[in-house]
């Protein structure tokens, strides 16, 4: 798997709220239940969103998380730097520790590809690419 599961949660969360933006606040609750994130994740995910200033959160009644801003202002790739999440160009898929065209393991080329791929996925693709009306989100208007 090429993200961990901290970022795979964070790009979860992250398309409940675009599904729901720019509606109101959103419970950590309704995230955990709609994203099927375990409950005591969602506040360290939206933690990291937040410090990353890409959520922001409300305590108290009529509170909850909301998108910093428009889904077409923030990428995959913001999100998944806000879990610390670092595309290694330099880790080995065959386990040999670090290889590089100098010094390639058998699956360095095809390996080199998919990196690239994915970084070029990941700074391409905005929040607004998720498609709410496909997606049935419980307590989410149809």
């Known amino acids: 798997m090429l993200i961990n599961q901290t970022s795979e949660y964070a790009l979860r969360g992250m398309a409940v709220l675009a599904i729901?933006?720019?509606?109101?606040?959103?419970?950590?609750?309704?995230?955990?239940?709609?994203?099927?994130?375990?409950?005591?994740?969602?506040?360290?995910?939206?933690?990291?969103?937040?410090?990353?200033?890409?959520?922001?959160?409300?305590?108290?009644?009529?509170?909850?998380?909301?998108?910093?801003?428009?889904?077409?202002?923030?990428?995959?790739?913001?999100?998944?730097?806000?879990?610390?999440?670092?595309?290694?160009?330099?880790r080995c898929a065959f386990g040999f520790g670090n290889c590089d065209p100098d010094n390639p393991c058998p699956l360095h080329p095809a390996f080199s590809v998919l990196n690239a791929g994915f970084a070029t996925w990941a700074a391409s693709t905005r929040l607004s690419s998720v498609e709410g009306p496909n997606i049935r989100l419980m307590g989410a208007a149809s």
């Open 20 to 90: 729901r933006w720019p509606d109101t606040r959103i419970t950590a609750a309704e995230i955990s239940e709609q994203a099927h994130i375990p409950f005591h994740y969602v506040s360290k995910v939206m933690r990291r969103m937040v410090t990353a200033g890409l959520v922001q959160a409300q305590r108290g009644h009529g509170g909850g998380f909301r998108l910093s801003r428009p889904p077409e202002e923030i990428t995959l790739l913001q999100v998944l730097e806000a879990t610390d999440f670092e595309l290694d160009a330099a």
